[in-house]
């Protein structure tokens, strides 16, 4: 079974819809989304259906519960505020329930998978670093744990003898010996100076996984946040994902 890892779409249609496509094109038969379905970008209502159509198993991110008033707002910043105040409104019924009752983690096969860090979840904190990953795989139950927030494609391996050590995003096998922190890195707007989107595959029989970069059409996405009187900076920062 192939499984296709998406994380902090962020109402990016076109870049969901990419990503969708290489995945199963790729094989990918089930999903599983680690959060931020919504958030910055114009399409939340497209975006929450597909993810609800492919019975993909999602966790709640930041931007989802701050969306329908379970995170306060005051958490965030000006342009993030204003793209869920914009959001909120818009969201049909279904979807607004929906989002309001992802859970803050769930459990496919191996993988743990929460939006923000696996030991206190509902506090939204990043992690950043080997070190910060390492802590994480500690103290978690799970060997192997899958999370969006940062959009930060990165992965750290931890092995028996409990050096952790960065695998950046080329792809590996998960060692059924080793803990892994896993970053998913983010569909619908990336942060790491590559403007394409990013996903990974899981292949549950041979214990692989691969981050994708898909390009998509950016700049259709752009005209739509520009048209919607989003804020410009969440246009800008598509072309050159920073
Ligand atoms: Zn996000």
Redo the contacts with the bound molecule.
């Keep these: 079974m192939k499984l296709g890892i998406v994380s902090?779409i962020?109402a990016n249609l076109e870049a969901l819809e990419a990503v969708i496509d290489a995945l199963q094109d790729k094989g990918a038969t089930r999903f599983v989304c680690c959060g931020?379905i919504v958030?910055y970008g114009p399409d939340p209502n497209r975006c929450v259906e597909i993810v609800r159509e492919l019975g993909c198993v999602s966790v709640a991110?930041n931007?989802d519960y701050g969306v329908v008033g379970q995170v306060p707002l005051a958490s965030f910043n000006a342009a993030a505020s204003q793209a869920a105040l914009w959001t909120r409104p818009l969201l049909t019924e279904p979807n607004r329930l929906f989002l309001a009752n992802l859970p803050l983690t769930a459990v496919e096969g191996p993988l743990l998978i929460v939006h923000s860090t696996p030991l206190a979840p509902e506090t939204w904190e990043y992690v950043l670093t080997v070190r910060e990953a390492a802590h994480e795989m500690n103290h978690c139950e799970a060997d192997v744990c899958v999370v969006?927030?940062s959009?930060q494609p990165f992965a750290v391996e931890r092995l028996p003898g409990g050096q952790a050590r960065l695998v950046r995003q080329r792809p590996f096998t998960l060692r059924p010996d080793a803990r892994y922190f896993i970053n998913a890195g983010?569909v619908g707007?990336s942060r790491d100076g590559d403007p394409r989107a990013c996903c990974m595959l899981y292949d549950d029989d041979v214990r692989a996984m691969a981050y994708l970069r898909i390009p998509y059409d950016v700049a259709a996405v752009q005209a739509k946040i520009r048209a919607a009187g989003l804020p410009e900076r969440l246009a800008a920062r598509l072309a050159t994902g920073r």
């Design positions: 902090d962020h931020d958030g991110g931007h969006g927030h959009h983010s707007q």
